[in-house]
């Protein structure tokens, strides 16, 4: 099975290129984050006529998330137990969306970015990724792929200058404590060894172009999911052209079990 993951920053401006990418790739599961639209204003025709199932959450123009899968879509899950809300009245946000593919739990994950280590948003941030990890505790004993955009740099080579970052979010010791935290749960990250490099690259003074980028888009895969890894890459070629989101994909590959 092959199993992918891209914050495509808007499935209505890129629907043609999410529709390519599958087609190149010939993908089984794609989680989306970003898709920044409700289900009923999605562009979903051509991926079921290529053979998708589709879920979606998304209730505005902002976040949202969606899982295409071509080996089945089952019990599908908008947001995860205890999942924390956001503004005032607190609120979930579409930015977590579960379904079984292809015997595989999919987590498509869009965690809060944090703004500012000294913003509201930040102590949200934390509070939610505590919250995820309480929920996939449970999820380890299953084939889990917990995948998407986490907005954490979790080393120093993630980033394409830590002392930029210093002050920012993405690198703080609290989030990089909260992501080392499923991986001291049980959780692996499957797609550096195979797959190095940036995955975001921002619009800004031409990041992409002189790849001062960051690694923010990762797999993390329970011990029966991970054992069945064979390889992964980054799609760098989707960074690049017009119209395209500020990230690449990231694609994994499985083994029958």
């Known amino acids: 099975m092959r199993l992918a993951t891209w914050n495509v920053n808007s499935l209505r401006s890129r629907i043609d290129r999410v529709e390519a990418f599958l ?5 089984d599961v794609l989680a989306l984050q970003e898709t920044k639209a409700r289900e009923d204003q999605l562009p979903l025709m051509g991926l079921q006529a290529m ?4 879920a ?3 209730v505005n123009q902002w976040n949202g998330v969606a899982i295409l899968s071509r080996v089945g879509l089952a019990d599908v899950e908008v947001g995860f137990p205890g999942q924390p809300g956001w503004g005032e009245p607190a609120a979930a946000e579409a930015r977590a969306l ?3 593919c292809g015997g595989v739990r999919v987590w498509s994950l869009y965690v809060p970015n944090g703004r500012k280590p000294d913003d509201p948003h930040y102590v949200y941030k934390l509070d ?7 929920a996939a505790t ?9 995948v998407g955009d986490w907005n954490i740099c979790p080393t120093d080579d993630d980033v394409f200058d830590p002392a ?5 979010t993405h ?4 989030e990089r404590a909260a992501f080392q935290a499923f991986l001291d749960e049980g959780y692996l990250e499957v797609t550096r060894e195979h797959a190095p490099g940036y995955t975001y690259w921002d619009y800004y003074r031409q990041r992409f172009e002189r790849d001062r980028g960051l690694k923010i888009d990762f797999v993390l895969g329970s011990p029966s999911l991970a054992e069945r890894v064979t390889g992964a890459f980054i799609d760098r070629d989707e960074r690049a052209g017009t119209g395209a989101s500020d990230h690449a994909p990231v694609v994994v590959d499985l083994t029958t079990p």
């Open 128 to 134: 939610w990724l505590a919250r995820l990890r309480d």
């Open 98 to 100: 579960g379904a079984t």
């Open 138 to 146: 449970g999820w380890l004993g299953e084939p889990t792929a917990l």
């Open 56 to 58: 979606a959450a998304g």
């Open 171 to 174: 690198v703080t010791p609290p």
């Open 51 to 54: 053979g998708y199932e589709v």
């Open 164 to 168: 930029q970052f210093r002050n920012s």
């Open 23 to 27: 087609q190149r790739h010939d993908v």
